[in-house]
Structures are given as C-alpha cells and as structure tokens.
C-alpha cells in the first residue's frame, strides 16, 4: 500500500494517475479519492479481510467454497481491467499488466478446488489459521491491487455478515450486561454459521445455501460494470 501510494510509477504510469483513488460501484467514471487516508486504508482492508475469512471457517468447506467462488470474480474483474479493449468498453480504469493477477486468481480458485476435495463435510483436512488468514490477505490485495475495495463488502458479502454478526453479537450483549445486569444475545451463537447450526440445520445445508448467497453476490458484483 506504502509503495502504490508513494511511488505508484514504480509499478505501472497508469496507477500513477489513480493514486489514492478507487473506483466507486454503480457509478460511471466516478472515483473515490483516499488521499493521505489511502495508507492506513490499505492496512485496514487486508486486516479485516484476513479476520473475515477467518471468522468464516467454522464449518467443513464454508471458507475454502465461498473463497473459491470470490477470486473466480477477482479473476474476472482483474482481466477486465488488464485489457485495453474491454475496460475501456465497459469504461473502467485500464491498469496495465493488471491480466497478470488474473493467474494468480486462477490458481486460487485451483487451490480452493483442490483443497475443497478433502475439506468437503464430513472435512478430511483443515485449513487452520494459517490457511484462512493468508487466504483473507490474499483476497484483500487483489482488491487494492485492481481498485475495487469498495466493491468488497459486496463481493464478499459472506465474511462481511459473518464478522458484523460477532461484532454485533459482542456489541449487544455488553450493552445488556451494563444495563439489565445479564448479557442477552441478538444471534443464538456467532459467527452467524453457528446461529444456524443451533437452529438445527445440518451442517452440509449452511454450507449449500451460503455458496448460493456467495454466487449471488459475484453476480451483483459482475453486474456492477453494466448497471451503472
């Protein structure tokens, strides 16, 4: 983030131009400038993006599906902007080698896939933290690197539900505890996965119905270049 920001020359003239700045969904040639705020913003998106993903992998194949089925979208949206022809017919900012990160994409999704095999309930192999918070990372620099963070809490509409339901979870039940003297809880359990499971739905159901969730949200995300 220091070096795009600083020396944004040092890696394509065409970043240069964007800078700090970030193109805005649903609106045609329209950016978002983060100005000196661009920095510490980079920071936050890869952090939170990181814990997101984290959060998410409570369940056998949850995070390693929904991440698959976001850098497929990144893989898209980065060779879009890699090509000349068709970011400037779809009339978003052209960055220069930018088709590059769609390799990288590709292999994650190869990855996801391959993983995905033995981590499918009931799971063979686990992730752990190490695996979840690398992936998150992942996903946030490419959102950086093709200037589309504001298209992340659509994106990845599932780790932004899975860590809002935790925060407000926290959030209510320390509110309570400071008021009636006993925490109350606004979800059954958090992250919202584990809601569901204490509801009584199988594990392989929530795991289903959140990919449907996922595809739907890399549709809307797909569907951000023409709906504008």
């Known amino acids: 983030g220091g070096i795009i920001y600083f020396f944004p020359e040092w890696i394509d003239p065409d970043l240069a131009k964007l800078k700090s700045s970030t193109t805005v969904p649903f609106f045609k040639n329209l950016e978002f400038d983060f100005d000196y705020f661009y920095v510490p913003m980079v920071v936050f998106i890869i952090a939170a993006t990181s814990n997101a993903v984290n959060l998410t992998d409570g369940l056998d194949g949850l995070a390693i599906g ?104 926290r959030m209510y039940f320390k509110y309570t505890r ?11 359990m958090a992250p919202l996965h584990h809601h569901f499971e204490m509801l009584g739905w199988p594990e392989p159901k929530i795991v289903t119905r959140f990919y449907i969730v996922a595809i739907l949200m890399m549709i809307v995300s797909l569907a951000t270049f023409k709906v504008r």
Do not use: H
């Not at 390799?103 to 095999?117: E, H, I, N, T």
């Not at 992942?138 to 690197?145: M, Q, R, Y």
């Not at 400071?178 to 059954?188: C, E, P």
């Open 66 to 169: 929904t991440v698959g089925i976001v850098a497929l979208t990144l893989a898209v949206i980065s060779y879009i902007s890699g090509n000349a022809i068709v970011s400037n017919y779809l009339t978003i900012p052209f960055l220069r080698g930018n088709g590059e990160l769609a390799v990288f994409c590709a292999a994650m999704v190869g990855a996801s896939l391959g993983f995905l095999w033995f981590n499918a309930y009931p799971a063979q192999v686990f992730m752990g933290d190490t695996g979840s918070l690398a992936l998150g990372g992942a996903i946030g620099a490419l959102c950086v690197l093709i200037k589309k963070e504001l298209l992340l809490p659509t994106l990845g509409g599932i780790f932004l539900a899975e860590t809002m339901s935790v925060i407000v979870q």
């Open 178 to 188: 400071r008021k009636y003297g006993a925490g109350r809880r606004v979800l059954k």
